[in-house]
């Protein structure tokens, strides 16, 4: 117990060591875990960089069809970047996009400590906040998953830490960082506009009412959006080329931003789930609370009301990305950290408590019991609960349930066969089911073509039928890669796949055309690839 208070009061590098080693538990694994199809879409961006040439503004997909590829899509700075590490390593390594990830997610706790005392915040609050965002079971898997959750973190603390050192210093160089981090925030992410609230918030704390009348801060924001602007007018060009998108506004695809939800009890208990399971857990949740103080403090905490009054709008601006998708909480977690930090600092730092709904009834009695020397005692306790949590509820996103996972390991175990027999021209249609079925522009699921490294097109079990895979046909669709449990279901369209031809990933290039001979081949076969049947759509040259 004791080593640990050590660490604390040693330097904040020991707690980033630690962050990094949590992020660094299976970095070396496919991406077939929590979200395994976001992750194979920026796998496949920085992928089809490496391969396709680096041309940052031009990101491409796998699931194009015909098309050149190019997607609507946020500013793929992060694929871009992995795919400068493939350049340097000389070949697709995913390893190097999740260690990418670590790095940025340290990093961000450090930016986290520097803002909580450039806050005002005392030893203990920094280094508790640095050490809850590496903690939360949340941000331990999004601080390592392909995916540019962890650089959208980064760039919203170093964003808001750069503008609050420009506004104490007001030199060139500071304003040029600051105006720089936000640009790439606002790029990376869009929802991270929210983050507006909190720097109008420093603005205000350090020129009060009157900052809207300078006119530096008007070419901040001038500076700070309009490349954002420009990046998603390009982007919408791309789509306006291709018909690809990722459906960032909700116009033509999966629509993220629809406010039915609000309307109903299920959407907030869910959230309140997993804000107390997930993404603070309830040993957080009980500190954040403690650390939110009904008066204003000075006008540099309010900027971290200001940030809290943000994330509640983009929470309820964005309802149905933030139900449907749990990694749309990760921009909860600095905020969470400092909280939830400034519940707890009290009992290290022997300072006045504050005065908190919470913490008065509940933690300062506890106090008088313990005395004095159970500050330290108590603070390692509930530090050690908190990381014993974690360790819990982690794994559920490493192995998401309802076999997802086992799912997506059975895709990839096939998709690497596929990869061995088929041609590396061929294109192929995919076969699956998918959430978003009725979107008049879809992101079609990425998974199977990454695995498989090649081009095509995803159907969803609405589309088997001849008719599409002919349409599909004539437009150079060599193979359908299907799960035999979606394409049995519907008999007509088994008895299709029958007449072309259907195999088995391992078995190419026999095709069997009898359902009897196929399923007593079948029962004899317990290859990784036996869920799925791969059928020649054209019959061969």
Not at 137 to 166: D, H, K, Q, T, V
Not at 221 to 231: C, M
Not at 379 to 400: C, E, N
Request: hydrophobic share 50%; charged share 15%; with cysteine.
């Amino acid at each position: 117990m004791r080593a640990m208070f050590r660490i604390g009061r040693a330097d904040p590098w020991l707690i980033l060591l630690l962050g990094l080693a949590l992020r660094l538990i299976e970095v070396q694994a496919p991406l077939i875990d929590g979200q395994a199809w976001r992750q194979a879409d920026s796998g496949a961006i920085a992928r089809n960089f490496y391969q396709e040439g680096y041309n940052l503004f031009y990101p491409r997909v796998d699931w194009r069809g015909t098309t050149p590829g190019y997607v609507e899509m946020n500013f793929p700075l992060y694929s871009f970047l992995v795919a400068c590490l493939y350049g340097l390593l000389g070949g697709v390594h995913e390893w190097a996009g999740r260690l990418l990830s670590a790095l940025f997610s340290t990093a961000g706790a450090g930016l986290l400590h520097l803002l909580v005392r450039r806050l005002g915040g005392g030893l203990w609050s920094g280094r508790l906040s640095a050490l809850f965002f590496l903690l939360f079971p949340l941000n331990i898997f999004y601080g390592r998953a392909f995916m540019p959750e962890a650089l959208m973190l980064l760039l919203s603390i170093g964003a808001l830490l750069a503008f609050e050192r420009w506004s104490r210093t007001e030199g060139r160089g500071d304003f040029a960082l600051a105006a720089l981090a936000a640009a790439l925030c606002f790029m990376v992410k869009i929802p991270t506009l929210y983050l507006g609230l909190p720097l109008v918030a420093l603005a205000w704390a350090r020129w009060g009412w009157a900052f809207p009348r300078r006119p530096v801060l008007w070419a901040y924001l001038a500076l700070a959006l309009a490349p954002a602007a420009a990046w998603y007018w390009h982007a919408h060009q791309l789509f306006l080329q291709t018909g690809l998108t990722f459906g960032i506004w909700g116009s033509q695809g999966y629509d993220k931003w629809a406010q039915g939800l609000l309307a109903s009890g299920d959407f907030y208990w869910e959230l309140l789930r997993r804000f107390g399971h997930q993404v603070f857990t309830p040993v957080g949740a009980i500190l954040l609370l403690a650390g939110v103080r009904p008066c204003w403090g000075t006008r540099q905490e309010r900027a971290l009301y200001a940030w809290g009054g943000g994330l509640l709008l983009y929470l309820f601006l964005i309802p149905e990305g933030n139900y449907r998708l749990v990694y749309y909480q990760v921009p909860f977690v600095p905020l969470g950290a400092v909280l939830a930090a400034r519940g707890l600092a009290p009992l290290l730092e022997r300072a006045a408590w504050p005065q908190s709904w919470l913490a008065r009834p509940i933690l300062r009695p506890l106090l008088e019991v313990v005395g004095g020397w159970g500050r330290p005692v108590l603070a390692g306790g509930v530090v050690l609960l908190l990381a014993g949590y974690s360790a819990w509820a982690a794994p559920g996103l490493y192995r998401p349930a309802n076999n997802v996972y086992r799912y997506y390991q059975a895709c990839h175990a096939a998709g690497q066969l596929i990869e061995q027999k088929l041609p590396a021209s061929a294109l192929l249609v995919v076969g699956e089911i998918d959430e978003n079925a009725g979107a008049p522009h879809r992101a079609q699921s990425p998974t199977m073509l990454y695995y498989c490294r090649r081009k095509g097109w995803q159907i969803t079990p609405e589309e088997f039928s001849a008719a599409t895979l002919d349409s599909l046909v004539a437009r150079g669709a060599g193979f359908l890669v299907v799960a035999g449990g979606f394409a049995v279901q519907n008999q007509v369209f088994w008895e299709e796949l029958l007449r072309r031809g259907v195999s088995l990933p391992s078995a190419y290039p026999r095709f069997w055309h009898d359902d009897r001979e196929y399923r007593r081949m079948l029962a004899g076969y317990q290859g990784p690839d036996r869920d799925f049947a791969l059928v020649r759509l054209a019959p061969p040259d």
